[in-house]
């Protein structure tokens, strides 16, 4: 599980959303970051669209960003802490996912049978931010449900446009990118290297 390689750190700080834990050994100090899991969505819809959101990014100058739909598993550390120890994290990480798309997007999932886990990604070494990739297979719509002062577009864009999108680094989140250029290349060939020929 992802906290047990943590068990002999010793927190020397924590935030509202990071905490810093330290190990001594042989004389040296380690040093690890830690934050509260994320989730991103693969959904794809019968006419095979991939849906995509965008919005304006802090971390993009304020630009707008092509992403993944997602967001936090838990909204503080000690939440995230909290589901773990008492062994609800799974369901927590289910919980957030259906949040997420609800708000971001206005997809419902009905059943866990139509989300399927595709990937698990670790940021570094020295920094524990885990984010988990999901395969959305079936859905239904409403309105979107954004939180007050998110501003986000929900685009349906063909599989070969979001390969060109990819490839020209519009969608700034490198973990995604890595994940959804593996998870298309994988089961769209043929849209990709299209895009790639262009």
Same mark, same amino acid.
């Given at each position: 599980?992802?906290? #047990?390689? &943590?068990?002999?750190?010793?927190?020397?700080?924590?935030?509202?959303?990071?905490?810093?834990?330290?190990?001594?050994n042989?004389g040296?100090?380690?040093?690890?970051?830690r934050?509260?899991?994320?989730?991103?969505?693969?959904?794809?819809?019968?006419?095979?669209?991939?849906?995509?959101? /965008?919005?304006?990014? &802090?971390?993009?100058?304020?630009?707008?960003?092509?992403?993944?739909?997602?967001?936090?598993?838990?909204?503080?550390?000690?939440?995230?802490?909290d589901?773990?120890? /008492?062994?609800?994290l799974?369901? /927590?990480?289910? $919980?957030?996912?259906?949040?997420?798309?609800?708000? #971001?997007?206005?997809?419902?999932?009905?059943?866990?049978?139509?989300?399927?886990?595709?990937?698990?990604?670790?940021? *570094?070494?020295?920094?524990?931010?885990?984010?988990?990739?999901?395969?959305?297979?079936?859905?239904?719509?409403?309105?979107?449900e954004?939180?007050? *002062? #998110?501003e986000?577009?929900?685009?349906? &864009?063909?599989?070969? #446009?979001?390969?060109?999108?990819?490839?020209?680094?519009?969608?700034?989140?490198? /973990? $995604?990118?890595?994940? &959804?250029?593996?998870?298309?290349?994988?089961?769209?060939?043929?849209?990709?290297?299209?895009?790639?020929?262009?």
């Amino acid at each position: 599980m992802e906290n #047990e390689s &943590l068990k002999n750190f010793v927190s020397i700080f924590k935030g509202m959303i990071f905490q810093i834990l330290q190990k001594k050994n042989d004389g040296k100090t380690f040093e690890i970051a830690r934050r509260s899991p994320g989730v991103r969505m693969l959904v794809i819809t019968p006419d095979k669209k991939l849906i995509l959101t /965008r919005e304006r990014r &802090l971390e993009c100058n304020n630009q707008p960003d092509y992403r993944l739909p997602g967001g936090k598993v838990a909204d503080t550390l000690d939440e995230y802490l909290d589901s773990y120890d /008492r062994g609800v994290l799974a369901e /927590r990480i289910l $919980s957030a996912l259906q949040k997420e798309l609800r708000e #971001e997007t206005g997809i419902i999932v009905e059943s866990v049978n139509d989300i399927e886990l595709i990937h698990t990604s670790l940021c *570094g070494g020295t920094v524990h931010w885990y984010l988990y990739y999901f395969l959305i297979k079936n859905f239904s719509r409403q309105s979107p449900e954004p939180e007050q *002062g #998110e501003e986000i577009e929900v685009l349906e &864009l063909p599989i070969k #446009e979001v390969v060109e999108l990819l490839l020209l680094g519009r969608m700034s989140e490198d /973990r $995604s990118r890595a994940v &959804l250029y593996t998870y298309l290349l994988k089961n769209y060939p043929k849209e990709f290297i299209a895009a790639i020929k262009n």
